[in-house]
Structure formats: structure tokens, C-alpha cells
């Protein structure tokens, strides 16, 4: 997954962080959990912006999972939290992304669910199906 996060400072773009990171790794595995942490210091004239990017995941075997008429049998979930905060002359601000993807074996992503939080309070809720022509919807 490519992260780029800017931030702007009197009309200018201030790049705050750039870089690739890891997102999912096959094969799956029960149990598994990875935390991949970055910060930066980006200074702008005079004014210090300090940004804290932080990505948990965490994999577990749901088993068999129901969705309309199909059963999916060794069906896995990925919960991904994807925190910022940045620290700035202007304050602090923290925004949040709790996603968690059902993923069944040679099917891939068959349900999203994805909660969007900033300074603490949610923003947006979505979930939904994937693949509906899987699925005969």
C-alpha cells in the first residue's frame, strides 16, 4: 500500500509522509498480528509539524461464513487500524480507520466493513458486500 499524507501551510504542500508499506501477506494466518509504525518531522519556516502513522493488523479464523444463500467455508478476517496524528503549530489532530475484511480462499474480499473516526468521534460507517456476482445478487 503506497501512503502519502500531506498537509498545507500558508498555500504551500507539505509532504508529511511518503513511503510504501506492507498491508496483507499470503498465506493467511490464524492468530497473526503486525504493528508498522513511522513518524516524521517536517519543519516549514518556522513551524514544526510532527506526524505519527501507525498500521495494526490482526488475522483470525472466522471458519464457515453465511452471506445470502452461499456458505464459504475457511473464511478469514483482516482487521486493519490505520491511526495518524499530527502535531502542529495550529493544534492536534488525530483520525482514525478501523476496517475489517472477510476474505474467503479463492473468492478474495467477500464483506467490508470500515468505521472512519477523527479527534475521537466517528465520521462515517460502511459495510458492504463484495463481489455480488459471486454471490448471485
Same mark, same amino acid.
Request: proline residues 3%.
Given at each position: 500500500?503506497?501512503?502519502?499524507?500531506?498537509?498545507?501551510?500558508?498555500? +504551500? =504542500?507539505?509532504?508529511? #509522509? =511518503?513511503?510504501?508499506?506492507?498491508?496483507?501477506?499470503?498465506? &493467511?494466518? +490464524?492468530?497473526?498480528a503486525?504493528? +508498522?509504525s513511522f513518524?516524521?518531522t517536517?519543519v516549514?519556516v518556522?513551524?514544526?509539524? /510532527?506526524?505519527? $502513522?501507525?498500521?495494526?493488523?490482526?488475522?483470525s &479464523?472466522v471458519?464457515?461464513l453465511?452471506v445470502g444463500?452461499?456458505?464459504? $467455508? #475457511?473464511?478469514y478476517s483482516?482487521?486493519?487500524?490505520?491511526?495518524r496524528?499530527?502535531?502542529?503549530? &495550529?493544534?492536534?489532530?488525530?483520525? #482514525?480507520? $478501523?476496517? *475489517? %475484511?472477510?476474505?474467503?480462499?479463492? *473468492?478474495?474480499? @467477500?464483506?467490508k /466493513?470500515? *468505521?472512519?473516526? #477523527?479527534?475521537g468521534?466517528?465520521v462515517?460507517y460502511?459495510a458492504e458486500? @463484495?463481489?455480488?456476482?459471486i %454471490?448471485?445478487?
Open positions: 500500500r503506497y501512503y502519502y499524507f500531506v498537509t498545507y501551510r500558508g498555500g +504551500d =504542500k507539505v509532504v508529511l #509522509e =511518503k513511503r510504501i508499506g506492507s498491508y496483507l501477506s499470503l498465506p &493467511l494466518i +490464524d492468530g497473526y503486525r504493528t +508498522d513518524s516524521n517536517v516549514v518556522n513551524d514544526t509539524f /510532527q506526524c505519527f $502513522h501507525t498500521v495494526d493488523l490482526r488475522i &479464523l471458519g464457515d453465511s444463500d452461499r456458505t464459504f $467455508h #475457511e473464511v483482516a482487521e486493519i487500524t490505520d491511526s496524528r499530527v502535531d502542529s503549530p &495550529l493544534g492536534t489532530s488525530a483520525s #482514525e480507520r $478501523h476496517e *475489517v %475484511l472477510c476474505l474467503a480462499p479463492d *473468492v478474495g474480499i @467477500i464483506r /466493513q470500515e *468505521v472512519l473516526a #477523527e479527534n468521534d466517528t462515517a460502511s458486500l @463484495i463481489g455480488s456476482n %454471490l448471485g445478487e
